[in-house]
């Protein structure tokens, strides 16, 4: 069934909200209450704080902390340089490395990264997108030297490329290209790390370039068609890779709204799967997600508000039934949070989870006359986006022409005038202003770190064996010219010293650059 068709059942009031309240419970088709029967009874939502700044040993040690404070799974931030498929040594590098996230060179900061961590149990997510199969691989190849199998491996790599051209713009390569990668690693893990979520599909970018609620679930679904049209495309089955698929969604401040945002894409997505590729397995049409509290929703004036922001976003998030969450920190509108503001963020969780008894109910805001009806509503809105997007050619052709990126322009702008006119309120900015400038003593990163990291690197380029880093080079820009999956060609480069920036570079030279329409 086209989108078109789903559509019109919508319209004519197929998807009601009474029905599939009382008849479809959680775990059960089409999961608008939750994908698991049971909920947080059976299994607590996974803890994973977002972290990564400065050196590998940093990171490490912040991760080691957040590890032994009760977080219950990883999240790696890396430095801009890092997503771009830089070196720390490259002269556009200078002056960003280690200041968004963690520099990753060279197989040894991912040693260095993760030092004590076993890799076997906890769970990994890497917010990496244009060099993802990079970043696996060097993941990939870490855990083969400590004889971790890579049957036992689990987490996830954000890996989508489309929405870096929509909202992000840290991309690299030319969509198709791009996209490639893309199903290069789906491929690769299907049949060798079987545990890897191979992509996060992510509408948190875009919702904090400005979209809307509507047009987060909309545009991130239309992606994840065509993610899934370009797997099959490339050979692959829908139940092959599906169940490995998960989301990202933000969560904002419209406390209600953002509920049913969650309950409708994951009864859209279910609608959309089931009826386009028919799959055999459950899992493939259930929507698994991780949600972050809204970072745009920050303000620097009045930053100890930001902590009941994030308090309600995340109960939102809970009342939504994600699978994991992180909790931004309350200082971050002013600059790396603070190990006291860290923890802040982690016990915020902490406290919805075992103080408040809504973990022992599922879904506790569904038959809720207000939740279902924007429910409704969100799920109407989101079709019709999705249907337009496929009218123009689909996700890519759209993100050629800019069509998304307008969308995401206009809206912000008008949130903006909304807020300037005064119609819509922010505590501390516009409304309960005053003119009290905000105390901040926030994490400095030492300005000797990118100077070391830089040493560091020419150090280890020094004592390496350059013809085995050529050769392994030379066999990757074969496998790139050709049409075989980069993945393990990339593990073995990575294997024999090469750097990101030198496995990124025959890529580059391969396939190319690419400026995305800015949608202005």
Same mark, same amino acid.
């Given at each position: 069934?086209?989108?078109? @068709? ?9 998807? @009601? ?6 008849? +479809? ?21 996974? @803890? ?28 790696? +931030? ?48 890497? #917010? ?69 979520? #191979? ?14 609620? !509507?047009?987060?679930?909309?545009? #991130? ?60 397995? +459950? ?16 303000? !620097? ?51 919805? !989870? ?20 924007? #429910? ?139 400026? !995305?329409?800015?949608?202005?």
């Amino acid at each position: 069934m086209n989108i078109r @068709m789903v559509l019109v059942r919508v319209l004519s009031g197929e998807f @009601m909200p009474n029905r599939g309240k009382e008849d +479809a419970p959680a775990g059960s088709p089409p999961y608008r209450r939750g994908i698991h029967a049971g909920m947080y009874r059976d299994r607590l939502w996974t @803890m994973r704080q977002y972290a990564g700044f400065s050196t590998p040993a940093k990171t490490n040690e912040r991760f080691r902390s957040l590890l032994d404070g009760g977080q219950t799974g990883i999240s790696v +931030a890396f430095d801009l340089p890092t997503q771009l498929g830089l070196d720390s040594d490259d002269h556009q590098s200078t002056g960003e490395v280690g200041k968004v996230g963690v520099a990753i060179d060279s197989i040894h900061d991912m040693r260095v990264l993760f030092d004590g961590i076993d890799l076997a149990r906890v769970s990994t997510s890497m #917010t990496i997108n244009a060099p993802a199969t990079t970043l696996l691989a060097l993941y990939v190849a870490v855990a083969d030297e400590r004889g971790v199998r890579r049957e036992e491996i689990s987490g996830t790599v954000q890996n989508d490329i489309l929405k870096e051209y929509m909202a992000r713009g840290l991309y690299v390569y030319p969509p198709e290209q791009s996209v490639r990668l893309t199903t290069d690693l789906m491929n690769w893990c299907s049949s060798h790390a079987p545990r890897w979520n #191979t992509i996060s599909v992510s509408g948190y970018h875009l919702r904090e370039a400005g979209c809307t609620a !509507a047009q987060e679930v909309g545009m #991130t679904l239309s992606n994840a068609l065509f993610y899934a049209r370009s797997a099959i495309d490339s050979g692959m089955e829908f139940d092959q890779f599906a169940p490995r698929m998960s989301f990202f969604f933000a969560c904002h401040n419209n406390f209600l709204e953002e509920i049913a945002k969650f309950r409708a894409a994951r009864e859209l997505w279910h609608r959309l799967a089931h009826d386009e590729f028919g799959p055999s397995d +459950a899992r493939s049409s259930q929507l698994r997600f991780h949600t972050q509290t809204s970072g745009v929703t920050l303000t !620097a004036q009045q930053p100890l508000n930001n902590a009941i922001r994030v308090s309600y976003q995340a109960l939102a998030a809970v009342l939504g039934g994600t699978q994991s969450l992180h909790t931004n920190s309350y200082d971050e509108a002013l600059g790396l949070p603070t190990e006291d503001s860290v923890t802040i963020a982690l016990r915020t969780q902490q406290i919805i !989870a075992e103080e408040t008894g809504i973990a022992s109910h599922v879904d506790p805001l569904g038959g809720s006359e207000a939740v279902e009806g924007l #429910t409704e509503k969100i799920i109407a809105e989101s079709l019709s986006i999705i249907e337009k997007i496929d009218s123009l050619g689909g996700a890519m052709e759209c993100v050629k022409s800019g069509h998304q990126q307008s969308m995401i322009h206009e809206s912000a702008w008008e949130q903006l005038q909304r807020v300037e006119s005064g119609s819509e309120l922010v505590v501390g900015v516009n409304s309960h202003s005053n003119d009290d400038e905000p105390e901040f003593e926030g994490m400095i990163i030492d300005p000797k770190d990118e100077h070391n990291k830089v040493e560091e690197l020419v150090q280890m380029k020094s004592n390496r064996d350059d013809d085995q880093v050529r050769q392994s080079l030379s066999v990757l820009e074969e496998i790139c010219r050709g049409d075989g999956n980069v993945m393990d060609a990339l593990i073995d480069a990575i294997k024999s010293e090469a750097t990101v920036g030198e496995v990124n570079g025959v890529m580059r030279n391969v396939f190319g650059t690419w400026i !995305a329409p800015s949608g202005v």
